[in-house]
Nanobody
Framework: EVQLQASGGGLVQPGGSLRLACTASGFAFEVYPMSWFRQAPGKEREFVAAIRWGTGRTYYADSVKDRFTISRSTAENTLYLQMNSPKPEDTAVYYC???????????????WGQGTLVTVSS
C-alpha cells in the first residue's frame, strides 16, 4: 500500500526558513518522480517542485525557483522541501504526491499525502 505522510508545516516569518518532509512507503522509490504541490484558500492546487528519485534531477515552478529546494533521502525514504525566504503569497497547504510520470498538473498524480499548512506572516 502506497502511503505518503507530510509534516513540518507551521508559522514562519517572511524571509525565514522552513523545511517540509514527506515520508513515503509501499513502492520502489527509485522508479517514480515525487512532487510538491500547494493549494492556497480559494485557489487551485498548483505545482511547486519535483524530483526524479533515481537521478536527483529537480524541477521548480518559477514562483519558487532560487528560494525553495526539493531533495530526497533514499536511506530514509523521505522527500524534503526546504523553503528559504518565504513570502506571504507562499501561504498554502502543501502536499507531496507520487505519480507514474512527471507532470506539472495535479491530475496525473494518484497518491497524495494529507497536506501540511504553511503560513507566512509576521
Amino acid at each position: 500500500e502506497v502511503q505518503l505522510q507530510a509534516s513540518g508545516g507551521g508559522l514562519v516569518q517572511p524571509g525565514g526558513s522552513l523545511r517540509l518532509a514527506c515520508t513515503a512507503s509501499g513502492f520502489a522509490f527509485e522508479v517514480y518522480p515525487m512532487s510538491w504541490f500547494r493549494q492556497a484558500p480559494g485557489k487551485e492546487r498548483e505545482f511547486v517542485a519535483a524530483i526524479r528519485w533515481g537521478t536527483g534531477r529537480t524541477y521548480y515552478a518559477d514562483s519558487v525557483k532560487d528560494r525553495f529546494t526539493i531533495s530526497r533521502s533514499t536511506a530514509e525514504n523521505t522527500l524534503y522541501l526546504q523553503m528559504n525566504s518565504p513570502k506571504p503569497e507562499d501561504t498554502a497547504v502543501y502536499y507531496c504526491a507520487r505519480g507514474s510520470e512527471l507532470a506539472y498538473a495535479p491530475g496525473p498524480y494518484k497518491y497524495w499525502g494529507q497536506g501540511t499548512l504553511v503560513t507566512v506572516s509576521s
